[in-house]
T-cell receptor, first 114, second 111 residues
Framework: KAGVTQTPRYLIKTRGQQVTLSCSPI?????VSWYQQTPGQGLQFLFE???????NKGNFPGRFSGRQFSNSRSEMNVSTLELGDSALYLC?????????????FGPGTRLTVL | GQQLNQSPQSMFIQEGEDVSMNCTSS?????WLWYKQDPGEGPVLLIA?????ELTSNGRLTAQFGITRKDSFLNISASIPSDVGIYFC???????????FGEGTQLTVNP
């Protein structure tokens, strides 16, 4: 079974632009969570989508948004990019069924904002 | 909110030594997970724990779900150079709630 895939793997943008990142979960997984990881920092939770609905949300500004499609694929959008948004963005999927909610991570998208 | 304290923050050991790291929580968790992350990659799941007192092994790795449900530890026996990386613990209070991650333990293994 294929793992979690994220596209693109690397991205360079300039301040003020917007960006959309994509995540395809493991087949059959219905939950997708997004995290931001900056150098020396742990994983900061952005949000989680389950069955096309946002189920949990972290403490990030409204510039960060996401959505999930009926096939469970998810996108994350960041508008009006700031230098501090440079980070590794990780998504993780889980079955989210009958207590089986172990998260499996994708390789991440490395975003650099210039 | 939830707080997860992971220690130590970093470890420098010799190849062949055993390693132990742990996480403590301010809340009761029903799930503990341990991940390893290599530079520039996503975290890889090592061990998942779902019951208080559960002790689970994965090769040279052993992890336990504390009986108080507020702590977990990970042991690595006979370390090798490829064990280098950052190890994260993560916990969840209830099914469907968000995962909370520890700040990570940076492991360096000297050959």
């Amino acid at each position: 079974k294929a793992g979690v895939t994220q596209t693109p793997r690397y991205l360079i943008k300039t301040r003020g632009q917007q960006v959309t990142l994509s995540c395809s979960p493991i087949s059959g997984h219905r939950s997708v969570s997004w995290y931001q990881q900056t150098p020396g920092q742990g994983l900061q939770f952005l949000f989680e989508y389950f069955s096309e609905t946002q189920r949990n949300k972290g403490n990030f500004p409204g510039r960060f948004s996401g959505r999930q499609f009926s096939n469970s694929r998810s996108e994350m959008n960041v508008s009006t990019l700031e230098l501090g948004d440079s980070a590794l963005y990780l998504c993780a999927s889980s079955l989210a069924d009958r207590g089986e909610d172990t998260q499996y991570f994708g390789p991440g998208t490395r975003l650099t904002v210039l | 909110g939830q707080q997860l304290n992971q220690s130590p923050q970093s470890m420098f050991i010799q190849e062949g030594e055993d390693v132990s790291m742990n996480c403590t929580s301010s809340s009761i968790f029903n799930t503990w997970l341990w991940y390893k992350q290599d530079p520039g990659e996503g975290p890889v799941l090592l061990i998942a724990l779902y019951k208080a007192g559960e002790l689970t092994s994965n090769g040279r790795l052993t992890a336990q779900f504390g009986i108080t449900r507020k702590d977990s530890f990970l042991n690595i026996s006979a370390s090798i150079p490829s064990d280098v990386g950052i190890y994260f613990c993560a916990g969840r209070e209830t099914s469907g709630s968000r995962l909370t991650f520890g700040e990570g333990t940076q492991l360096t293994v000297n050959p």
